[in-house]
Structures are given as C-alpha cells and as structure tokens.
C-alpha cells in the first residue's frame, strides 16, 4: 500500500542556536525521522541556510544581496549536518532547492513531484529550501511556511507539521491552544505579531498556510522541538495546536490552482456572484464590482466578496482590459471547473 506524505518544516530559530546549526536538534530530527520512515514517505523543509551562513559575512546587515550570500554558503553547511546525523540510521538524504516558478507551473510541478516519487522509492528524504542564491524577489516563497505548504498540498500530504520556537499556538494567558478545529478569524487573532530574529515568518504566517492546508484537506500541527519526541507527538497529534482537516473534494489539478499558482491579479465581486459561485456556477462579468489589480488570459486571479475576503481563485478566460471595456451581461470569466472555493 502507498504510504502517506508526511511534510515536517523546521524553521530557523527551531534548528539554530546563536547563529550555528544546534546539532543536538538535527539528531534528535534524524532519530524521529528514522522511526516514522517506515510508515511514511517523508519531505523535510528546512529553513536555517541564511542563518547559518551570516556568520561568515562582516557587518551582516541582512540585504537581499547579503541573504544570497549567506545562503550560498549556509545550504551545504546545512546539508552536510543533516547528513552527518541521518547517517547512522542509513538514511540518504537529497537537497531540493525550490523556486517559486516549479509550483507555478504545472509541468515543472508534475517534473519535480516525480522527483520525489524517484527519491521515496528508493528511501531517500528530501531536503527542500528555497533557492535563495537565484530567486527573483519578486517571486519568492514569502517564507518557508508557504513552501511546505504547497508541497503538502500538491502532493496530497496526510499531514504538515510546523516546528517553531513557540510550544504553539497560545491563548491571552499563554497558554496551548490543542486544538482548533476552523481556523477563522478569531484563531488568527491570536497570533502574536512578532517573529524570530533569524526567520522570516511567524505565528501569522503559520496559521495562514494551516488554514489553506486545512481547507484543502491536510491536517496541521505547530510544535516545539524542545518537546521530547516532538515529532514524533506531533504526527499523533499529542504536542503543539493541532488544526483539523476540513472534508475536501477538490481535485489534484484545482488543489495545484489554489495553492501552487502564481496570483496574477485580483477582483471584487458582489453577493450574488458569491452565491453563484458556492452553486458551483461560473464566474460572470455582471458580478464583478472592481477589478482590484489586472491580469491576462490563463493566469489565475482572486476573486474577494464585498468586505475584501477572498473567496476563491480562478484560471481567466479573458483579460481584464476586455472585461472593463465589453458587454458585461453574459460574458464568462472563469468556467465552474476552473474555479477553486476557499
């Protein structure tokens, strides 16, 4: 029987300590990984290359440039401490460096998903990070969070499991919230603003990609892996804030469209566009209010109810230089099947 996917991010003030990789944490990552391999085909997301690299830079001050730097030469530090630990266990462990673009795209996607099928099948885990030395600022990942999330969600992962700093996700007293079951506004507003000196995301951006896993089927746990067998809990949903899986019965190609396209562009729409669409009808252009930001045929775009709250995405049938200046009444915008409800 196929086994599961299992996606576990690690960011980096979870896996770093005053600047230097905390090997005890990368054993302690090794040892559980060992155990959960047999019943899982597993993909590690790890930040830490930045942080692990800066050290090396004089009077680091954390510009784009400086960051490539420190991630050309943080990766192979990172790698080869994984490798050191996972060894022992017999584990083979493969760099993937992501950009943007291999999510976008569908048929680099399908190429790197059969990457990994490749890897699995011989019982190597791949090490995923974003390629920091060559991405385009304005098409990075926004932090590694969103990273393992599309790879959860495009290779239909059981679960994805954020480790981070905190112990999960707290209430007003401080203490862990174990489980949220919809992860609405209430439970975003729980985040704490603040974020680690040494990542880029934060409690924020955690719930945010939870919630889209969520929505799209995958359970997600936030842990700390200062907890004995953290992950190891985490997996049974026995440390951290669990956040349930909703019932979904998206397709494999509109769960790609959701999570792993490039958002061109952006429009509002009005009530009766919104009830239209949760009937599983066609997006027309006599719903549309404002088109917020402009896009072409084939890319996908937002659309956002009255209050600005994204409801869904689409894949265009036509420009919105034409939707602004042709015949609104039965124009069609996006089919029913190319239309993802979030």
């Known amino acids: 029987m196929k086994k599961p996917v299992l996606v576990v991010k690690f960011g980096s003030a979870s896996i770093t300590r005053d600047g230097e990789i905390d090997e005890q944490i990368v054993l302690e990552i090794a040892r559980q990984c060992a155990q959960l391999q047999p019943k899982y085909n597993i993909v590690l997301v790890s930040s830490g290359a930045v942080a692990a690299g800066k050290r090396f830079i004089p009077k680091y001050t954390g510009s784009l440039a400086q960051r490539k730097a420190a991630a050309a030469i943080g990766n192979p530090l990172l790698v080869r401490t994984y490798g050191t630990y996972f060894r022992p266990f017999k584990i083979a462990l493969a760099q993937s460096l992501c950009e943007r673009q291999h999510f976008a795209n569908r048929s680099q996607f399908l190429q790197l998903k059969s990457t990994y099928e490749t890897l699995w099948k011989n019982n190597i885990i ?12 304005e098409l990075k990942f926004s932090d590694n969070d969103e990273l393992a999330t599309l790879i959860a969600v495009g290779f239909g992962a059981e679960q994805v499991l954020f480790g981070t700093s905190v112990p999960g996700v707290l209430d007003e007293k401080g203490n862990v919230i174990p489980e949220i079951k919809v992860i609405d506004k209430s439970a975003l507003s729980l985040a704490r603003k603040e974020k680690s000196s040494v990542g880029l995301g934060g409690m924020t951006s955690k719930l945010n990609f939870a919630r889209l896993a969520n929505q799209l089927g995958i359970k997600a746990v936030i842990f700390s892996m200062q907890t004995e067998n953290a992950i190891l809990k985490a997996v049974k949903g026995e440390t951290g804030t669990v956040c349930q899986a909703q019932k979904s019965r998206v397709s494999s190609r509109n769960k790609w469209l959701a999570s792993g396209s490039l958002i061109a562009g952006m429009v509002q729409v009005d009530q009766g ?9 066609s997006l027309l252009a006599v719903g549309i209010q404002t088109v917020i930001q402009d896009f072409e045929v084939g890319e996908v775009f937002q659309i956002a109810d009255e209050n600005g709250v994204v409801q869904a995405v689409a894949k265009s049938k036509i420009d919105s230089v034409s939707l602004k200046s ?17």
């Open 273 to 281: 566009a919104i009830e239209a669409l949760m009937n599983r009808k």
């Open 126 to 137: 791949p090490i995923a990070n974003e390629n920091d030395v060559v991405s385009n600022k």
């Open 326 to 342: 042709g015949n609104k009444k039965n124009l069609e915008i996006a089919h029913a099947n190319d239309i993802v409800l979030l």
